[in-house]
């Protein structure tokens, strides 16, 4: 790796946002490790990204939804000599359906993978990033600005997410780290079949493509930009929820994941 290409863990990689956003960073030139559990569909995209005349990616299959499974996967990059300079936290998931009625055990995996995970590597990585003077991509969701019922625990994660981010990019500003947080309205990818509802209607106003997301996403990581809502009627929204009473918001959210 030469420092022209800047080493890049993704996680997430394997399906939707997370293959997208490899594609995206590897057209830009950056030297990838990519992880996600499923080994088959990130040797598949790492087959693809070389066969594009690009560093063939290294691929690390892991399970981050323990702290082990995190603590696991760091090891294995160390033992090879890995020191990311950019990491994108991208590997999540959603459960719908209200709170009292999903699985406690899967709604508190959800925490781990979309919280605990992300924010693991994000101090694991934190040296290297600063001494390449890189940065950190966190995908969040425009789910992250307003309380979500019937998606209680999946918005509560991303709230935590944006929240991380902003903080994290204030105070890495000053050391020419880069940290912004991702927050995507709907993309149709695997996500709504993992969450329940692979039928779920998906408003097309606000629908956007994985490949756009990732163009957006790479594009205002590298501009230093703090948070990238793509789509003009994504941000319209997360614009609403900061202005409009909380109740009203709520109100409007309830509907949505009907
Ligand atoms: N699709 C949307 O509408 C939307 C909107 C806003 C935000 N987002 C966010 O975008 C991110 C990507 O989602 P997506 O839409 O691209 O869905 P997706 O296609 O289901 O991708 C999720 C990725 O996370 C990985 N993952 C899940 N559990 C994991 C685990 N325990 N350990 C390691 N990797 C794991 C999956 O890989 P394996 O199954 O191979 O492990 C997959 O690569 C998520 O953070 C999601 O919350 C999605």
Known sequence: MSPAQPLTLITGASSGIGAALAREFAQ???????????????????????????????????????????????????ARGLEPVFLVNNAGFGLLGDAASLDRARQLAMIDLNMRALTDLSLRVLEGVKRGRGG????????????????????????????????????????????????????????????????????????????????????????????????????AVTVAARLLPRGLMLAIASRFWK
């Open 136 to 235: 950190i991509l966190n995908v969040a969701s425009i789910g992250g600005f307003m309380p979500g019922p019937n998606m209680a625990v999946y918005h509560a994660t991303k709230a935590y997410v944006l929240s991380f981010s902003e903080a994290l990019h204030a105070e890495l500003a000053p050391h020419g780290v880069r940290v912004c947080a991702l927050c995507p309205g709907p993309v149709k990818t695997e996500f709504f079949q993992q969450a329940g509802d692979p039928d779920m209607h998906l408003p097309s106003l606000l629908l956007r493509s994985p490949d756009r997301v990732a163009r957006e996403g790479y594009e205002g990581l590298m501009a230093g930009r703090r948070v990238v809502v793509p789509g003009t009627p994504n941000r």
């Open 28 to 78: 830009r030139g950056h030297a990838l490790v990519l992880t996600a559990r499923r080994e088959g569909e990130l040797r598949a995209l790492a087959d693809a990204i070389a066969a594009e005349g690009r560093p063939r990616p290294q691929v690390i299959p892991s399970d981050l939804g323990t702290p082990a499974g995190v603590a696991g996967f760091a090891e294995a990059l160390a």
